[in-house]
């Protein structure tokens, strides 16, 4: 209503200002036709409401991801559709089609590798409009559906019950030492409506070297395998295939394959003088950085050493010239186990991960001027729990910096020096709780410590670090693998939604209306004499 007062006051002014109070007396009628004539044209202007506002109509969100179609079975993507096409035709304003991206209609096939609705979410908050979502249910950040305007729903068609098993999971070091035993982890899970009994194939440069029978497994039941597997001694990239017997719904989730680089050498080195969650989750992401074989050392008691993987006894002379012969040397604990460890790797690059004792927590606030920059843009460091962090003086850069309770004492977690060779320092631990905590926060863990093992490496042939998960490198799509529906149907929604009213622009007849009161007031003013 307030366009219409507006509009009234700004008639009524314009009419006094026209006629005048006195002229308001003698002029009646004139004066009325003016302040109507001024009205209506600033009601227009305004694009007055004209009667009661009325929910906007939504829109129709279609998953068009490929696990519609992963059991082979077309039935529920047909019913998708049917229920797409009925909404519109019922009265809803736009059709979007979400997967991987957000486009708008036609539809043309189910493919997309991914179920995002993050894109939907934030189109239909920038203009109000409720969305009739239509899924089947396996959505990979569902929780950004409850930020969909009031109004919205949910409807999610069943999953499809045929037998099926597939491999979820193969995890297989990168690099290996060439006649060394690596060892090979798999993951087999069953459908909604469970996997009959199978068998498991493991081959090597497609010659089997492993068999293992797979029992029978209940609906989404997971079974994990792991196999050990001999590497050649002589150089070259070797490929390990994990395959299931197959005869169930779904043939192209059955098999995994990984490459494996096999060198006399190791592209990296990692030694932890006290093994904690820190170490653990840094050494995988190191693995997944470096394109070649990674050792990795733990010391579990003073002076004894083992392998990481077979956990076999290595004498401590074995780990020092490891270190000092790798490319890349990783130091967590005790840095100077061995005496200074910018003398004993002389020539590699170097990281070091000296843990500070237990004392007040500083939380991540985010970049110095270095060179991960770029890299670490889009880390979300205003939710990351906190860190232990310790003082450390003389690095170059400050790649990531902390703040006691968010504000005072800023210290640096990661210092980078560039130089003849580069080295990192990282004077604190914690970081395995962004790790566990999973979400952004563990994206942020595998960003910072890829971004670390990249850059000291610099060595621009290998992956981006953070850009290949172990699942894609096995060459396992997402979309295939069974997994729990993660919405339920139902109303959705928590944002304001856009009410419309027909405003006075849509009604042609107020513009008629002003032309006529115009010329009637003229007509009028001439007959009184009034110019």
Known sequence: MIPWFLSIAAGLALAVLAYGLRGARSARV???????????????????????????????????????????????????????DSAMAAGADSLLLFGDSLRPGPVVSAADRATRVAPLVEAALAVGRPVFVVTDGMVDDPERLSQLPRGSRVMVLGADSALDAAVTAFDVPGGALGGDTILARMVVKAGAGGAAATEARLALDGREVARVPVAALDAYEERELRLPVTMPATDAT?????????????????????????????????????????????????????RGPVQGFWRVAPGQWRADGSMRSVPEETVRRALQRAPLAVMHGDTAIFGAPRALTASGALVLMAPPASGEDYYPTGTGDSPLVAALAGVPWDSLPPLDVGTMRGAQFSAVVARRARRLDERTVVGLTDGERRVAVVPASGLWRWRLRGGRAGDAFDAVWGSIFDWVGAEPSRDVPGTRTAAERAGIAAELVPRRPTVASGEVGEGAPLDLAPGARSAWWLAALALVALCAEWLLRRRIGLR
């Open 238 to 290: 070797r490929v390990l295939q994990f395959s299931l017997a197959g005869g169930d719904a779904v043939a192209r989730n059955d098999s995994a394959r990984v490459e494996v680089v096999v060198s006399g050498a190791a592209a990296a080195v990692f030694a932890s003088t006290s093994p904690d969650q820190d170490a653990r989750f840094a050494l995988a992401v190191l693995r997944g950085t470096r």
């Open 30 to 84: 004139p004066f009325a036709l003016r302040a109507l004539v001024a009205t209506l044209v600033v009601a227009l202007l305004l694009d007055a409401p004209l009667g009661r506002s009325r929910p906007a109509a939504p829109w129709v969100g279609l998953d068009v991801s490929a696990s519609w179609l992963a059991g082979g079975d077309s039935a529920r993507w047909h019913t998708a559709r049917r229920m797409a």
